[in-house]
């Protein structure tokens, strides 16, 4: 049973429009959310995180949304850059566990 | 060195070998984490320790045997592998407050090919 779906398995984005990438959770515990971005040959690298209290949280280039009643949350990058081609990953998390349950990632791949 | 490394970054074994893989954080956290990555598979949580302690064991056959001598290392022994244990083990840290809501912080893992 997987708790934490990213249904897209890959996603082709022009240089400077706007990447979308969709995560869909089904544990109504979660309360902490996080994105991570990997390369080939490299660990994932922390992106950014929301905590349920919150519907928004922005970072530069990167915003992540959370739809609790959906159980649904989304990345959103712009303007997509080539740098950012890579596998992207959520995870979730309840508080008072050191427990991630991550998704299996979508390849992006952002065409110059 | 910053961050979490992770050594060796290669491995291949025979399923008659023991061998060790071995982490370490500069962060200064407490909780550090084995995880492993199969081919299109989720990231699948191991083992984790916070403050040298296990915390979760999230059954693992007991041909993987981790330690955890300090809060900065980490150590997954590796005896009797089969093939299908062939994936990337990814290590990883974070603060270890215990009130949850952490980033965990990864290392570049271990790419390991049992034949």
């Known amino acids: 049973d997987q708790q934490v779906k990213q249904n897209s398995p890959s996603l082709s984005v022009q240089e400077g429009r706007i990447s979308i990438l969709n995560c869909d959770y089904t544990?109504?515990?979660?309360?902490?959310f996080l994105w991570y971005k990997k390369y080939p040959a490299e660990g994932p690298t922390f992106l950014i995180s929301?905590?349920?209290?919150?519907d928004k949280n922005e970072d530069g280039r990167f915003t992540v949304f959370l739809n609790k009643s959906a159980k649904h949350l989304s990345l959103h990058i712009v303007p997509s850059q080539p740098g950012d081609s890579a596998v992207y990953f959520c995870?979730?998390?309840?508080?008072?566990?050191?427990?991630?349950?991550f998704g299996t990632g979508t390849r992006l791949k952002v065409l110059a | 060195e910053t961050g979490v490394t992770q050594t060796p970054r290669h491995l291949v074994m025979g399923m008659t070998n023991k061998k060790s893989l071995k982490c370490e954080q500069h962060l200064g956290h407490n909780a550090m984490y084995w995880y492993k990555q199969s081919a299109k598979k989720p990231l699948e949580l191991m083992f984790v320790y916070n403050f040298k302690e296990q915390t979760e064991n999230n059954s693992v056959p007991s041909r993987f045997s981790p330690e955890c001598p300090n809060s900065s290392h980490l150590f997954l022994h590796l005896h009797t592998l089969q093939p299908e244990d062939s994936a990337l083990y990814l290590c990883a840290s974070s603060h270890g407050s215990g009130r949850g809501q952490e980033t965990q912080y990864f290392g570049p893992g271990t790419r390991l090919l049992v034949l």
């Open positions: 544990n109504s515990m979660f309360d902490y």
């Open positions: 929301i905590s349920s209290i919150k």
């Open positions: 995870a979730a998390s309840t508080s008072g566990t050191y427990k991630y349950i």
